[in-house]
């Protein structure tokens, strides 16, 4: 059973936005940590951040002030949007689960296939 879904992605210029989204399972969704990773070719993948259950969130400094992690407990939904984007944020984005911090699908509860943002200059 798939537990994680990703959209939302596609290509935009730079200063443009984009809002992610990751569908969840009911069980997936009630992980106290839902995160969103990214990775680019060639790249170490990259923590964005992460909401916990109370709604309280946590970003990296790369995306700080500009990105926006959010989630709608009703519809088990998580939500990433992205506004004054970078070339240097294209990247594979991921969502993920876990009962606590986690990095990567090796150690993380639940892992999403992947929705693929392409920024151009």
């Known amino acids: 059973q798939v537990q994680l879904v990703e959209s939302g992605g596609g290509s935009v210029q730079a200063g443009g936005s984009l809002r992610l989204s990751c569908a969840a399972s009911?069980?997936?969704?009630?992980?106290?940590?839902m995160h969103w990773f990214r990775q680019a070719p060639g790249k170490e993948r990259e923590g964005v951040g992460f909401?916990?259950?109370?709604?309280?969130?946590t970003y990296a400094d790369s995306v700080k002030g500009r990105f926006t992690i959010s989630k709608d407990n009703a519809n088990n939904t998580l939500y990433l949007q992205m506004d004054s984007l970078k070339p240097e944020d294209t990247a594979m984005y991921y969502c993920?689960?876990?009962?606590?911090?986690?990095?990567?699908?090796?150690?993380?509860?639940?892992w999403g296939q992947g929705t693929q943002v392409t920024v151009s200059s």
């Open positions: 909401i916990l259950r109370d709604g309280s969130t």
């Open positions: 993920a689960a876990s009962p606590g911090g986690c990095y990567g699908p090796a150690n993380c509860d639940f």
């Open positions: 009911a069980f997936a969704f009630s992980k106290r940590y």
